[in-house]
């Protein structure tokens, strides 16, 4: 339809609005696990056990807080984008994982499959031309 073909001129905003809902979701997630000190840390980064690694839970949750939390910010301002994507996918795989294994199903792990789909897709496209990266 002529009526979307000249949207592929605004793909720098659409990705931009993705950044900033995304960004900001992660954040809504991420910002009470890392708040939540080392009670919260434990309990998340038990999460690490479904890969074999049961020692440092602390370190573990700290990290996938600050990957949530921070990272969610990064995203939304587009700095230091392709990282804070890595360890937003690696962090989702680990969720997914986590939820599958207890049981959850496909349904329970939805959500971190789905984002971390969208954090390996943003890896390869970047931020996009309105991103602190860019400037």
Do not use: C
Not at 11 to 24: A, D, K, P, S, Y
Not at 73 to 80: E, K, S, T, W
Request: hydrophobic share 55%; aromatic share 10%.
């Amino acid at each position: 339809m002529a009526v979307f073909d000249s949207l592929g001129k605004h793909r720098n905003t659409g990705l931009l609005l993705l950044r900033i809902g995304i960004g900001i979701m992660f954040m809504v997630h991420g910002l009470p696990k890392l708040m939540g000190g080392p009670e919260t840390w434990t309990q998340v980064g038990g999460a690490m056990k479904v890969v074999g690694i049961d020692f440092a839970p602390v370190f573990w949750g700290l990290l996938a807080a600050i990957a949530e939390g921070i990272g969610g910010f990064l995203l939304l301002i587009g700095l230091f984008f392709r990282p804070a994507a890595m360890a937003l996918t690696f962090t989702m795989i680990i969720a997914a994982a986590m939820h599958l294994s207890k049981g959850d199903g496909i349904s329970g792990a939805s959500h971190a499959i789905e984002s971390a789909i969208v954090f390996f897709g943003l890896i390869f496209i970047g931020p996009g031309k309105y991103s602190v990266d860019k400037k």
